[in-house]
Structures are given as structure tokens and as C-alpha cells.
């Protein structure tokens, strides 16, 4: 499902480079559910922002669900990203204006050819998932921490992406809102078969996963 094949990336100033990813070659199969962990500063979140097409890589290829993403441009590499891909971040990227389903509907709006209804119908769904059924018309500055993460995570399996890649999504959580949370990405992974990768510092929630890879100074180490 996901193949990175000798993945560099390097930041550059004036005075100063920075080898954020080293040489990285890693393969996750579809229906997997993988823990990146390593020190803070080894390139975890790199890694994934350029799983996520999020940033380009300074060398190497990536190859998502069979195709080789590096050569698309912008608009089909959105277009890919928006139906293939569900991000889960650390700090929710909620908007406060907007209430909890309005903020599950947003990436249908990027979709061509779903309707009004169409959004409604499959974000209540979606919150039905992740039990914020009766939240719905709430907004994110009324919930609590895990349940804005429970929002968050509505969000992303809204598209049914095949693939869902969370940024520390147990971070600000305590254990119990943790536990939550990552039983329910469980449950999505083995019920809807959908491939996840999750970076974390947290050793208890890795060891919930089917693997873990552990990363050092850009560099895989495991």
C-alpha cells in the first residue's frame, strides 16, 4: 500500500543543511496497522507529511496503492490525497466557527460529485463511528479533549480513505481519552481494513499496533 524507496530530505539555508530524512526504504502492506516511533527530531513527522503528500521529498520515489505519486502535479496529486488519504493531528485542526458536523462535511467539499445530503448523510455516519452522534450540532470549543480527537478522526474516515496517517493522535490525551482513541483506530483497522500509520512517542499505545519501526537521526533503525 505504501513503498518509499530511498527517501532523502534535506533542508537548506544559506549556512546550514539539515538531514531530516537519510536514505529511507520501507514498505507497508495494505491493511497494516504500523507505529513510527524515535526521539523527537528524527524525522517521525517528515516521514509523514511525505506519506500524506503533504511535503515533497528532496530525493527517492513514493509509490501509494501501486502508483508512483512523485510525478503527479498539483491538482491530481490533491485529487489523489483528498479520496486516498485521512490525516489525524496531534492538536485536532478543528474550526471553532463551524460545529462538529460541519467540520466532519469539510473534505466532501473538496470531492466532485457529492451533494449536500450526500456530505450530511456521511458525516453523521461518520460520527456515529466514533460515538459523537449526540455532539453533532455542538462545536469543538465545548468538547472535551478526546472528543474533539474523536471529531478529528470523523473527519478523516469521512472520504473512506484507504489509508489514514495520525500525527500523535493520543498526545494530549489522558490514558482514559487515549484508550479511546486508539481503540477506535483499532477497530477501523480491523473492521474497514484500512491501512494506518501512527507516529508516537507513547510505548503502550505502539505496542497495540502489528508493528513498530523505530527511526534515529533521519535513519531507520529497526
Sequence with gaps: ???????????????????????????????????????????????LNIMGLLDSPTAGTISLDGQAVTSFGDKKLANFRNKKLGFIFQSYHLINDLSVLDNVELPLLYRDGVSGSERRKRAMEALEKVGLSARMKHYPNQLSGGQRQ???????????????????????????????????LLNLNKTDGTTIVMVTHDEHMANKTQRIIRFFDGQQVN
Excluded: H, W
Excluded at 495494505?30 to 523527537?40: H, L, N, Q, R, T
Excluded at 471529531?151 to 472520504?159: D, L, P, Q, T
Design 1 to 47: 500500500m505504501i513503498q518509499l524507496s530511498n527517501i532523502e530530505k534535506v533542508y537548506r539555508t544559506k549556512t546550514i543543511e539539515t538531514i531530516a530524512l537519510n536514505k529511507v526504504n520501507l514498505g507497508i502492506n495494505k491493511g497494516e496497522f504500523v507505529a513510527i516511533m524515535g526521539p523527537s527530531g528524527c524525522g517521525k513527522s517528515t516521514l
Design 150 to 184: 474523536r471529531v478529528a478522526i470523523a473527519r478523516a474516515i469521512i472520504g473512506d480513505p484507504e489509508i489514514i496517517l495520525a500525527d500523535e493522535p493520543t498526545g494530549n490525551l489522558d490514558s482514559v481519552m487515549g484508550e479511546e482513541v486508539i481503540n477506535i
